[in-house]
């Protein structure tokens, strides 16, 4: 099953709490760079796509209503 089918399979507050998930995780990777601690670089890149994911599933479904 492809992520965007996972993620529109999901309720609205699902969605928002993955957001924030995400936004979490982006913020501890930013620190981890900034440190020099940062292992996978790639992973903030992956971040922030799922990130936009999740937001145009919100939006798909704020402009449905």
Do not use: C, W, Y
């Not at 957001?19 to 995780?25: C, I, R, S, Y």
């Not at 992956?46 to 798909?60: F, G, N, P, S």
Request: aromatic share 4%.
């Amino acid at each position: 099953m492809s992520i965007a089918k996972e993620l529109r399979d999901k309720t609205p507050e699902q969605l928002i709490d993955h957001l924030v998930g995400l936004k979490k995780e982006q913020f501890n990777l930013r620190f981890q760079k900034a440190t020099g601690q940062l292992q996978n670089t790639s992973r903030q890149r992956q971040v922030k796509k799922d990130i936009a994911r999740v937001k145009t599933v919100l939006h798909e479904r704020k402009a449905a209503v």
